[in-house]
């Protein structure tokens, strides 16, 4: 069976806790290694990655390529528009074609159904690297972070402040596959999708919604943020009035935890969802959740391989 990786929620708590387990080791077992050198393992050796671009990305793009080769493998990277798919070359057409030419795909895609098109029609494994909908790997990054500076997520509080789309889904997936409680603020507007609150309340998951970022960060372990305005966004200069009150400043992580950490998926917009002071701030650890994206995804891969 062909292993695609497209949401948290495909995944169940045991296979996700592997994996996340798996991004520790490498990254522990590879510690003052150079970047280029191969895990001793290397389980993707001799096989290439493809990756689909139809959106901008510095993070996803870097740490997937550094990923594969650090498994033993290649990557052939290409923007959806310099492919045929930018001429209208059917999604299933694509995914036979590159199934024949390489071992897995790794696509950011507008629409996430496009997504699911792709890993219908592929034989070899499908990656989701963000849509409108979800961004799975960002989250595993996430939580090995947060795992990192202070130990075993279940049972954390997590505090998500700003827009409930993509970011924020994967987050909700993971809240219940990982046992924290996630508290979400965010304008009555933009808030998560019903579909993740249906799964949320399906999985027992421990998820609430309010428009008070106050209520949401108080005495949290963890307090997030993202973009006010996503890739493919119009509504630009609304949005900047809605999130107003939804800046993570020094007031707001005042009211989290003490030692709580600040985390932020990245590319931050300073002065809108976050202010330098936070960013830059101790209690900010955002240079190591962009490194784990590499370990994360290298988990990830090991795994459409194994
Ligand atoms: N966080 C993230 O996915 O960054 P990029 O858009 O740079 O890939
Ligand atoms: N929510 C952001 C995440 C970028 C990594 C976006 O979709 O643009």
């Known amino acids: ?19 996340l387990d798996d991004a520790h080791a490498r990254k522990k077992a590879r510690l003052g290694w150079p970047k280029g050198r191969v895990d001793a393992d290397a389980p993707a050796q001799d096989r290439v990655l493809a990756m689909i671009f139809e959106k901008n990305s510095t993070r996803t793009r870097f ?31 694509t995914a036979k074609v590159l199934s024949r030419m ?21 034989s070899v494994p ?12 960002q989250i595993l990054a996430d939580l090995q972070t947060i795992e990192e500076h202070r130990g075993d997520i279940k049972g954390k509080t997590l505090a998500w402040v700003g827009d409930g789309n993509n970011v924020c889904a994967s987050f909700i997936h993971a809240a219940a596959r990982f046992d924290f409680t996630l508290n979400i603020a965010c304008p009555a507007k933009y808030k998560p999708s019903n579909a993740d609150m249906v799964f ?10 309010t428009q008070d970022p106050e209520a949401a960060v108080r005495g949290a372990d963890v307090v997030m943020a993202d973009t006010w305005v996503s890739m493919g966004d119009l ?35 300073r002065g809108e969802e976050v202010t330098d002071g936070v960013i830059d701030g101790p209690q900010s650890q955002v240079w190591d959740e962009a490194e784990n994206r590499i370990h994360a995804q290298k988990a990830v891969l090991a795994w459409c391989f194994s």
């Not at 990656?127 to 799975?136: A, E, Q, R, V």
């Not at 999985?203 to 609430?208: G, I, K, L, Q, Y």
Request: with cysteine; net charge negative.
């Open 102 to 122: 390489v071992d897995a795909i790794m696509i950011r895609a507008n629409r996430h159904e496009d997504v699911e098109r792709l890993a219908r029609a592929a």
């Open 235 to 269: 509504d630009h200069e609304e949005r900047l009035e809605a999130f107003e009150p939804y800046q993570v400043n020094e007031a707001l992580m005042k009211l989290a935890k003490p030692d709580a950490l600040f985390l932020h998926c990245l590319p931050a917009h």
């Open 1 to 19: 069976m062909v292993k695609h990786f497209l949401d948290i929620s495909d995944l169940s708590a045991a296979e996700l806790r592997a994996i």
């Open 63 to 93: 740490s997937f390529d550094a990923a594969i080769r650090q498994l033993g493998g290649d990557a052939i990277i290409s923007t959806a528009t310099d492919m045929q798919l930018g001429r209208g070359e059917t999604i299933e057409d």
């Open 126 to 137: 499908v990656i989701n690297g963000l849509t409108n909908k979800s961004h799975p790997c």
């Open 200 to 209: 949320a309340a399906e999985s027992r998951a421990r998820v609430t919604v």
